[in-house]
């Protein structure tokens, strides 16, 4: 009677009618009464323990038939194509067809591991492919003086990009752009890394807070804020010489130049001013005016040094200008010139009263005209000895004259007192009113009986 061969499924493998042999699959099977069948049982048995071990696949194979490859020393198990690792990863460039949960595939085309979950494939690792390099986190044993310190190290590029450490050390071996390593977050200082993007906790700093935590840690509240009101208990320092720059259109300035101070407004044709506050009002003592670059002072001025001018003085004042000082110094360092007082006027040059250094006296004038001003010591009692001077009494209270001559300025007649002029000799006077008689004329002939009363004089000249 012939056997017939099922398999797990249920699917008839081979008939095997009696006393033959049937080699469809890699196990020989055998049928009813066949002669040598003890041989073949044995055989299969040993196939089965060792699992078919050999340097080639077996031949015609059943799906789910295992195999152990001498070649590589690894169990492989037929998926109805081939042969494949039993329990490893699936080899190939594209993920595998049909997977079950569980498996695993090696993606030889990036050199990553996945799993299959069921419904997808998830990468175990590395999470980085052959062509990014070593990128990610990595654990790494770094020696110290201390000792051996494992760190979590990241990278990107195969760059180590920052080190995560549970203590601060120094490598024993040089770590490049890690000269030591702090706990906590250390980044490469090779790479000028920072830190960018939005911290939670940074933005939603507590600013009412005031204590500060331990190490270096500060309350919000003891940072200056940028977009309100706010002060300091604290030195504010500005260490560049660009200083410190106010108002909406950042005109006001606070500078230094080679250590010079500089307080500016740069707006064009603008002023500058210093105000005060005077029992609750507002003044202003400085001034300054942009477009002249005129100064206004309002008040009391105090010079306790020198004070130079090099233009003009003005003042519009209506008041007259006093001086405690008993002297007023001018011309002060400069080389001998005439220096003085001028009074301005309509005329040319104006008024003036000035030192005349080339003569060596003073002079005075208007219109470009001037001349001696005399003291009494530039005066004499002698006028016969010096001719030009201006003369003086003497200590006699005499006066010495070569000569005089008067011209004619008038004359004078008796009984005359209004009339000043001075007569000179030979003006023609009438007189002798001192004894109550008329007035006389004085003539070249002698007088009649008729010509006077009692006590007349009567002057006769010559023809």
Excluded: C
Aim: aromatic share 8%.
């Amino acid at each position: 009677m012939a056997y017939t061969i099922n398999r797990t499924d249920g699917t008839v493998l081979a008939t095997i009618t009696d006393g033959t042999i049937d080699n469809t699959s890699s196990l020989t099977l055998f049928g009813k009464s066949y002669s040598g069948f003890g041989e073949l049982l044995n055989e299969n048995l040993v196939k089965l323990l060792e699992n078919q071990a050999s340097t080639s696949a077996p031949s015609s194979p059943l799906k789910g038939e295992l195999w152990f490859d001498t070649n590589t020393n690894q169990l492989k198990v037929y998926n109805g194509s081939s042969f494949s690792l039993s329990g490893g990863a699936k080899t190939s460039a594209t993920a595998p067809t049909s997977p079950a949960a569980g498996d695993f595939w090696l993606d030889t085309d990036d050199d990553q591991v996945y799993v299959y979950t069921g419904s997808a494939w998830q990468l175990v690792g590395p999470v980085y492919t052959s062509g990014q390099t070593l990128s990610g986190w990595k654990i790494e044993t770094l020696a110290s003086s201390g000792g051996n310190k494992v760190v979590s190290s990241m990278y990107a590029g195969n760059t180590r990009v920052a080190i995560l450490s549970a203590s601060t050390f120094t490598p024993s071996v040089a770590q490049t752009g890690f000269a030591s390593i702090s706990a906590g977050f250390t980044l490469n200082s090779t790479l000028g890394a920072v830190f960018e993007g939005t911290n939670t906790s940074a933005t939603f700093v507590d600013t009412t807070g005031t204590t500060n935590g331990a190490g270096n840690l500060v309350a919000g509240g003891n940072f200056l804020r940028a977009d309100a009101n706010d002060e300091t208990t604290g030195t504010l320092s500005i260490k560049n010489d660009t200083g410190l720059t106010i108002g909406a259109n950042e005109k006001f300035t606070l500078t230094t130049t080679s250590d010079n101070v500089i307080l500016a407004n740069t707006s064009v044709d603008k002023n500058f001013s210093v105000t005060l506050n005077d029992g609750g009002s507002t003044i202003t003592p400085i001034a300054l005016t942009g477009s002249t670059g005129a100064i206004a002072l309002t008040g009391n001025v105090t010079i306790t040094g020198n004070l130079t001018v090099s233009g003009a003085y003005d003042t519009a004042s209506t008041t007259t200008s006093t001086y405690k000082d008993a002297f007023i110094k001018t011309n002060t360092g400069n080389s001998e010139t005439d220096s003085g007082l001028i009074v301005e006027t309509g005329d040319t040059d104006d008024a003036r009263m000035f030192y005349d250094v080339s003569e060596n006296f003073w002079s005075a004038g208007h219109g470009a005209s001037y001349s001696q001003v005399i003291r009494l010591a530039d005066a004499t009692d002698d006028g016969a000895a010096n001719h030009s001077t201006v003369l003086k009494s003497s200590s006699a209270g005499g006066l010495v004259l070569d000569s005089l001559t008067m011209a004619v300025v008038g004359s004078i007649s008796e009984g005359d007192t209004s009339n000043k002029a001075v007569p000179t000799i030979g003006a023609v006077v009438t007189f002798g009113d001192l004894w109550g008689g008329s007035a006389k004329t004085v003539s070249t002939s002698n007088p009649t009986s008729g010509d006077g009363d009692n006590g007349d004089f009567w002057f006769v000249r010559e023809s």
